[in-house]
């Protein structure tokens, strides 16, 4: 189904010398396919289009990315499949290996893995000539090699710990009719796969731009591994994916090496081997099982409540520029009893809005202690909160109607021991919003978390009860 | 491959599905009014249709303009004071559905205990802007005299239609969709949803105010031209591809004006 014989690997780039014939041919070919016509569906523009482009009007699918939507995870491996055919075959029109296969990005290994891989970085090849993968805007401390994705960006632990993929707080986001940018993308959406993509980008970056962040070669070998996080999540045996009719059934449409249209439903790309004919080296491992929450203080008593249930919401709107934010949510006493069993605690961060996408992300704490930073309570970390797409979500780009960003985690761990400890219902909850920039041994080769001139504002932050 | 060939073959999603997820409490009441709006006006259109002109004298104001018997030393103030309760029947018929996914998100975002009262500070600046704005329309209307005819239905129509390809339409129906956020208690919380009402009604005002004239203009069947529109109304606003469908319903209402148009000459 791939178009080539026998299964390919996508192969670790990091794995791979910067000479390597993979490495070699993907820059040959990103030459080759911008050199095609901008109307051809094969060219790099027209490729990069097809995610997201801000030139008007619209050809044929362009801007069909979809983001926040339980659709984020399928529609994005079909079309790595498909660009990785045209690629293929770009690859071999230049004489290059015929079972070429899109290699990826792990920076969620930390180390050198987290630093853009070296072929990335020079403007110049050996040769001389231009280096087809290198592009001057992203973030600095990217090209310059001296800055990394830090391990509460880069590592999926949390999105691959989620137990269920339906969901705002779950793996792959809740259920929404397909769009560009919805609002409700799943943990593996927002960490690491937005928080990259704003790190990378920086301020005014490709990266950083939901309609401009296919333009940068990087961005393909970024999202072969958050497929490759898929992958490794469906195949933990306890998870599946979604079952329902409206999400199985679902198409979308792509164009293959031929420039021919070509669609896939997503119940055709769930195994990446009988389906779509590719695998990866490495899956990242499975997570620990997470521990236990404590027991509900009043777990025998208390009947379970399923519904979604607002217990608490701040008053005023919070405003992130760069500084460490602390605020108090108040948790309602009648409406938090009881904490029954079955119920989940969710933070919600609402109605975000901002400008553009500042190129810092936030690492979220909630009951973080004082004096402390949130690096040494890991247990105390609920997600990231990023940005990407946030300019489009009040102006979404193509024919589709306007709304809030938000960002939903889960926390009944921290919850249940508030509880225990009768620090839950009728007391407040601190949440904590701490800078996250590139990681360097010197803060000043990289670029400053501060965004004074592009400020994010936090409608509410809400807790809920949901099942 | 054109553009459109590949966009026929996308599946689509039926509008519906919006609505279709547990409701709370006071949504599902909303909705029972909604219907109950509905029935009343029905009964009140069945009992008026053949009686005297006196009884005719509570539907008049679908009738802008419209002389009615015996009434010609009735001010326009107390023509519009008299028919208040039938517009605001007639706003409650006609918004409610399209403005239950917004109470249902008050509804959500609230305090189990406030929630009823959020709902109705909502729904009671909801329903006063669109009663005010309807009062006005029909303010504007009365001075036209005379029974609305084919020709302003038409031109009436036919302005809506070119509207729902302007920018100004775009941004009402946007505006429709804004959130905003909702304090949980005290005066902030009804502050906030006072505010979040405004954005919401104020955009459906802006958005669906050239249809509503039409529909005060029609010459003949008012009440299945306030139901279709009214559908038109709600479809539009839960539209998945809104541009789409705001051109599909200018067709629409670009043909009937010219079926109108036809009829009138």
């Known amino acids: ?467 | 491959v054109s553009a459109n060939a590949v966009r026929r073959r996308r599946p689509t999603w039926p509008v519906a599905g919006f609505l279709f997820g547990p409701w709370c409490a006071q949504v599902v009441l909303l909705s029972v009014l909604s219907v109950l709006a509905w029935l009343l006006f029905v009964i009140v259109s069945a009992q008026s249709t053949g009686a005297p002109a006196q009884a005719k004298a509570a539907m008049w104001w679908c009738m802008p303009g419209m002389g009615i018997p015996g009434s010609q030393a009735v001010s326009a103030t107390e023509r519009i004071g008299s028919s208040l309760p039938m517009l605001l029947l007639m706003c409650a018929a006609m918004t409610l559905p399209g403005v239950l996914p917004a109470a249902q998100h008050v509804a959500t975002n609230t305090l189990r205990r406030r929630r009823s009262a959020t709902v109705g500070v909502f729904m009671a600046m909801y329903l006063l802007v669109w009663l005010a704005a309807m009062a006005a329309l029909e303010l504007l209307l009365i001075p036209l005299g005379g029974a609305p005819g084919d020709t302003m239905f038409s031109v009436a129509l036919a302005s809506a239609a070119l509207y729902e390809l302007t920018p100004m339409k775009r941004w009402a129906l946007n505006r429709c969709h804004r959130s905003w956020p909702l304090a949980p208690t005290g005066s902030r919380n009804v502050t906030a949803t006072a505010r979040f009402a405004w954005i919401n009604v104020s955009g459906c005002v802006a958005s669906c105010g050239p249809s509503m004239i039409a529909m005060l203009a029609a010459p003949v069947a008012r009440p299945l031209v306030m139901f279709s529109l009214a559908v038109t109304m709600t479809y539009e606003r839960l539209a998945r591809r809104p541009r789409r469908e705001r051109q599909r319903i200018a067709s629409g209402y670009m043909g009937i004006a010219a079926l109108f148009a036809i009829l009138a000459f």
């Open chain 1, 1 to 467: 189904m791939n178009g080539a014989v026998g299964v390919l690997i996508r192969r670790d780039i990091w794995s791979l010398p910067p000479d390597d014939p993979i490495v070699s041919a993907y820059a040959g070919a990103v030459k080759r396919m911008r050199e095609r016509p901008e109307v051809a569906p094969t060219s790099w523009s027209y490729q990069a289009a097809m995610h997201g482009t801000h030139t008007k009007p619209n050809k044929s699918l362009w801007n069909e990315c979809q983001h926040g939507t339980w659709f984020f995870v399928p529609w994005h491996r079909m079309f790595l499949y498909y660009f990785e055919r045209i690629v293929r075959a770009a690859v071999i029109e230049g004489g290059g290996p015929e079972n070429w296969a899109l290699p990826y990005w792990n920076y969620g290994a930390g180390g050198e893995s987290a630093k853009l891989p070296l072929a990335f970085r020079e403007p110049k090849l050996a040769s001389g000539e231009e280096n087809p993968l290198y592009v001057a805007e992203r973030a600095e401390g990217m090209n310059s090699g001296k800055g990394s994705i830090p391990a509460r960006a880069g590592s999926p632990a949390e999105a691959l710990a989620r137990p269920a993929f339906i969901g705002k707080a779950q793996f792959g986001g809740d259920r929404t009719e397909p769009a560009q940018f919805s609002e409700s993308g799943g943990e593996l959406e927002e960490t690491p796969h937005n928080v990259v993509h704003g790190l990378v980008g920086g301020k005014g970056g490709l990266m950083a731009d939901i309609l401009r962040a296919a333009q940068d070669p990087i961005f393909w070998l970024h999202h072969a591994n958050i497929d490759r996080i898929w992958s490794a999540w469906t195949a933990t045996p306890t998870h599946s994916d979604p079952g329902e009719s409206s999400w199985r059934g679902q198409s979308f449409s792509f164009f293959d090496e031929q420039g021919q249209s070509a669609s896939l439903r997503c119940e055709q790309v769930l195994q990446t081997v009988p389906d779509l004919g590719y695998t990866y080296d490495t899956e990242p491992s499975p997570p620990p099982p997470p521990s236990a929450p404590p027991p509900p203080r009043t777990a025998s008593l208390v009947m379970s409540r399923p519904e979604r249930e607002l217990i608490g919401a701040t008053e005023e709107s919070v405003e992130l520029t760069g500084e460490p934010v602390t605020v108090s949510v108040p948790i309602d006493a009648a409406a938090a009893e009881p904490f029954g069993p079955a119920v989940h605690a969710y933070l919600n961060v609402e109605e975000i809005e901002g400008e553009g996408n500042p190129g810092t992300g936030y690492a979220v704490y909630v009951d973080l202690q004082p004096n402390r930073a949130g690096e040494e309570q890991p247990t105390r970390h609920a997600g990231n909160l990023s940005f990407f797409g946030i300019e489009r979500a009040r102006q979404p780009a193509g024919d589709q109607t306007p709304h809030a960003l938000q960002s939903s985690y889960e926390i009944t761990t921290v919850a249940r021991e508030l509880d225990a400890q009768n620090q839950w219902a009728g007391h407040s909850l601190r949440v904590t919003f701490e800078p996250l920039g590139l990681a360097a041994s010197d803060p000043a080769d990289v670029e400053s978390v501060g965004h004074e001139d592009q400020p994010v504002r936090l409608g509410r932050i809400s807790v809920f009860y949901d099942a």
